[in-house]
């Protein structure tokens, strides 16, 4: 059966005042200018990027929220060699296969929970992000056509 749900991240809020948001990605598609500019939308969301290591095993690298800009113009930028400056960021991009995948989102506050419950999830007691502090407690549940679950 083909995906067809629309990457969307959605929320609900319960008694005690949690929020639990749930994911769903975009299927995930090598990077290419050509590919983002026909099927990311120019409009606020996250995004994560992945690339094989030597074992073919996927390694995500980058995971950000955008808002300004939209997701298609900020994923160019910094996946296009002739529009990247960041050389850090150039030799992932010519030394792997790098992948990408994203989510819509229209509030910049419901990205940073998601983002700051990531970051929590992800790289603990680094302090990454922070949260919108609307809510007592944040979880997310993500849903993957790709069967790519981070939590």
């Known amino acids: 059966m083909a995906y067809t749900a629309e990457p969307l991240i959605t929320k609900s809020v319960d008694d005690s005042g949690d929020a639990h948001f749930t994911v769903r990605w975009s299927p995930l598609q090598k990077v290419d200018k050509y590919t983002i500019v026909r ?25 950000a929220k955008v808002w300004i800009g939209g997701l298609r113009s900020h994923l160019r930028r910094i996946t296009d060699p002739l529009l990247n400056e960041d050389e850090k960021w150039q030799k992932v991009l010519d030394e792997r296969t790098c992948y990408f995948r994203y989510s819509v989102c229209q509030s910049y506050k419901d990205m940073s929970d998601v983002l700051y419950f990531f970051s929590e999830t992800i790289y603990p007691n680094e302090s990454r992000t922070d949260n919108s502090n609307r809510y007592p407690g944040i979880s997310v549940h993500e849903i993957s056509p790709d069967k790519i679950v981070d939590i």
């Open 39 to 63: 099927s990311v939308p120019a409009v606020a969301g996250i995004f994560e990027l992945y690339y094989k290591d030597n074992h073919h095993k996927l390694v995500r690298f980058y995971i």
